[in-house]
């Protein structure tokens, strides 16, 4: 094999080509990495590809193409340009670098070496298998577009060009993992985006060092984050292509990772992940009263287990016209135990969920509901009002739009309860002052985590807790820092 700094290069030898395939590659032991060797005007050419990554009518196509040059050339010293001009398809480029052509090979492209030349062909015909593209579930709209992004980042960067149709987005891609070469792609729109947080983004996935990213995005999110044992999302995950594309055109970075279906918006707030494509897709009074009650459920599945415990244990605190609100009978066991037993059942119920197999999922929602909670009460384990406030701040976690941000106000909810148990009223002051602390502590990419409330933005706070109608949003969020601060012009300009 030719080398030149500490490089390996194609050589001109195609044995000692096909010696690098089988030794490093695995060729003639994998048997998903296939390779065929034709003769062509008297030179051996060989194609090199991985089943199931390119369709099989593809090869057969090219090796077709290949075998023709037999019957219509016979230039044996102009062989690269005949095959190069042979290969019809939409992206035929050269290369030396052994190193590249592995990785291109292992991403699903072919790779075909000619005998005597210093350069492999590399095209790019990758299929792979995957879902079509369909609604998410978790971000289901009534009125709106229902394809939703899938595991192929081909067909992602498709689906959000296809919404912005900008000649300055760019969709570069950038490989993370010596093993698993996960490609990345980081999507933003040349002339909006910041420059800083672009770079800064860049470099620290440069600076990933690691085997590969099977998990995909949420090991790279883990990697760009500076706060690891936060409970809080820094990043904003969506599967749906129209919220992406927003977010492009209001300044973010996107960053999409191959075999995963959700792609992640940077920097983000605590206030983004409690917006939805819903509230945008119904009119604007519509929309906010939507988001309104949103708020609401997010509040209720954060505070009302905490509260009511503390007006259990310390019923002084309420006026005489709430003295309804307390169970009139404690049972069996301490409310404080209730409370706890009860939202841990709750997790247990929820993982369950997931490891059922949707035929028996109906099954399991009333095994919870009639037999687990109905006769929990009966026997006395539970106070009715318990089960009540428990439901009502499970159905508000689940309100809440960002699934990761419903379990970490859940974690939230959990330190209210503990600290209420342990110091009372006292408690709760403690949990609510460290935890407003904490948020505003939290920072994403040097993006303050709970603005616009601290640092306080009026505007953005206004559009926040109002959904503006599109013809009055003349600017993009100022958080983000974007080059180019105007959306539209105002209709006096």
């Known amino acids: 094999m030719v080398q030149r700094d500490n490089l390996q290069l194609v050589a001109k030898n195609i044995e000692r080509n096909e010696q690098y395939m089988r030794t490093e590659m695995g060729v003639g032991t994998s048997y998903d990495v296939d390779f065929r060797e034709l003769i062509v005007l008297n030179r051996k050419v060989q194609l090199y590809y991985i089943n199931g990554l390119v369709d099989d009518k593809t090869i057969t196509e090219i090796l077709k193409k290949l075998v023709e040059v037999n019957d219509f050339e016979s230039e044996a010293d102009k062989m690269f340009d005949i095959i190069k001009n042979r290969l019809v398809n939409q992206q035929v480029d050269p290369e030396n670098k052994m190193e590249k052509v592995a990785h291109e090979l292992l991403s699903g492209l072919i790779i075909v070496f000619v005998d005597g030349e210093r350069d492999a062909f590399i095209i790019d015909v990758r299929h792979y298998p995957g879902r079509q593209p369909e609604e998410p579930d978790t971000e289901r709209v009534i009125r709106g577009s229902r394809d939703g992004f899938t595991e ?29 070469k996960t490609d990345i792609s980081v999507s933003y729109i040349d002339t909006i985006a910041n420059e800083e947080t672009l770079k800064i983004i860049k470099e620290k996935i440069k600076k990933i060092d690691i085997d590969g990213l099977v998990m995909a995005d949420k090991e790279l999110e883990e990697f760009l984050v500076e706060f690891k044992w936060n409970p809080y999302p820094l990043v904003r995950y969506t599967e749906r292509p129209d919220v992406a594309a927003h977010h492009l ?29 819903e509230e945008f897709r119904q009119t604007p009074a519509v929309g906010t009263f939507t988001r ?3 708020i609401l459920a997010v509040l209720a599945s954060l505070f009302i287990l905490p509260l009511w415990l503390l007006f259990v244990l310390e019923p002084s605190l309420l006026p005489k016209s709430l003295s309804f609100i307390g169970p009139k009978e404690t049972g069996n066991i301490p409310i404080a135990l209730q409370i706890i037993l009860a939202v841990l059942g709750v997790e247990f119920l929820r993982m369950a969920a997931i490891h059922t197999p949707t035929p028996l999922a109906t099954a399991l929602g009333l095994i919870a509901a009639v037999l687990i909670g109905d006769i929990a009460v009966d026997v006395g384990l539970f106070n009715a009002e ?75 706070f206004v559009r ?4 503006i109608p599109t013809p009055f949003v003349y600017t993009r969020p100022s958080i983000v820092i974007p080059k180019d601060i105007v959306k539209q012009s105002s209709e006096s300009e």
């Open 152 to 180: 192929n980042i081909v067909e992602n960067t498709a689906l959000t060009r296809r919404r912005v149709k900008d000649k300055r987005l760019r969709n570069e891609i950038m490989t993370v993992g010596k093993r698993s």
């Open 249 to 277: 055109l209001s300044g973010y970075i996107v960053l999409m990772v191959d075999t995963s279906p959700n792609v992640m918006i940077i920097p983000t707030t605590f206030f983004d992940h409690l917006e939805h494509a």
């Open 464 to 467: 926040f807790i109002m959904r």
């Open 386 to 460: 318990v089960i009540l406030y428990v439901a009502i701040s499970t159905v508000g976690s689940y309100v809440t739009p960002s699934y990761e941000l419903s379990v970490a106000n859940k974690f939230i909810s959990i330190w209210f309860i503990l600290l209420i148990i342990i110091f009372g009223i006292s408690g709760f002051m403690i949990a609510f002052t460290t935890s407003i602390l904490f948020l505003i502590h939290l920072k994403t990419i040097k993006t303050p985590y709970f603005w616009p409330l601290i640092p306080f933005n009026g505007t953005a």
């Open 292 to 294: 309104w009650v949103r």
